[in-house]
């Protein structure tokens, strides 16, 4: 089963100084962490922040390549989490009907903030990431602020590759 | 004018450690050091070496987005160099006919070692940058096992921006 989710905020990991992606559903009832590259980190970043570039970076030219040859993106899907590595994949139209393109989920987070397309991420990936019930503890805590990888796995660090 | 080129290799700014990719025509008589970012050092990198990842890094994406909307990049221009940086263009052709798309120049050489599209530096960019005559120098110095900022541009660092 599919579930939609959201960026939710950026993160670090406080042992491998790795970046972190959290999304979480609509309800924010369940939280997934996504170990990431620090260029992608950037990436998505920049696009939270509206920050400008003067010139295009790596993912405002796969949204404007996306774009130049008549395509959307559709969605993006966090479909497995396999031996510590996250798997999605960007499903698009073309003029010549569907398509699909495998990605790691960090580029199809950023090519999704860019696109306004919707995130979604396979339930089985979120039961092997070992989410947990937030909604209470982000309440007190108003981690909405200031998101820290404390508040979402406690004693669960380091465990993901990129 | 335009002038093919090829990458001759990565070196780093010894001041500042930012990377710079340089290009060389094929007679070695031009070179051109461009100042890039980390990230872009490295696809241009993992591709001069070979390298295989077990996911699919940005740039491979982009050029599984390339094959799958049926088009063909057919060549990349480094186009002008002003205020220090660097503007580069990615010519395509597609179902629809020829277009182009704005570029830095890293995100464009990452992209044309990936799809075996050839590399042009219009000539003006050449005089900006102050190329020399390095025939001589690189072939008594063996650059070519291991290029070194030292033996392109001597007391002439840091001056581009990334």
């Known amino acids: 089963m599919l579930l939609k989710m959201k960026v939710f905020g950026l993160t670090m990991d406080p042992f491998t100084n790795v970046p972190i992606v959290i999304l ?3 309800g924010e009832k369940n939280a997934l962490p996504v170990w990431i590259g620090v260029l992608e980190a950037s990436a998505i970043a920049s696009e939270l922040e509206k920050v400008q570039f003067s ?3 790596t993912h405002d030219l796969l949204k404007d390549l996306i774009r130049l040859v ?3 993106v559709e969605k993006i899907e966090v479909t497995d989490l396999k031996d510590n590595v996250y798997y999605a994949t960007i499903h698009l139209t073309g003029s010549n009907g569907a398509f699909t393109i495998d990605s790691r989920p ?3 987070i950023a090519i999704a ?3 306004g397309a919707p995130i979604f991420v396979e339930s089985g990936v979120l039961d092997k990431s070992k989410s947990m019930d937030l909604k209470g503890e982000a309440r007190d805590k108003n981690l909405k602020d200031e998101p820290s990888l404390d508040d979402f796995m ?3 660090y ?3 590759k990129m």
């Open 154 to 156: 406690p004693g669960d």
């Open 106 to 108: 960090s580029d199809a």
């Open 24 to 26: 979480k559903d609509d």
């Open 55 to 57: 010139r295009p970076m």
């Open 158 to 160: 380091g465990k993901y």
């Open 113 to 115: 903030l860019r696109t």
């Open 70 to 72: 008549g395509a959307k």
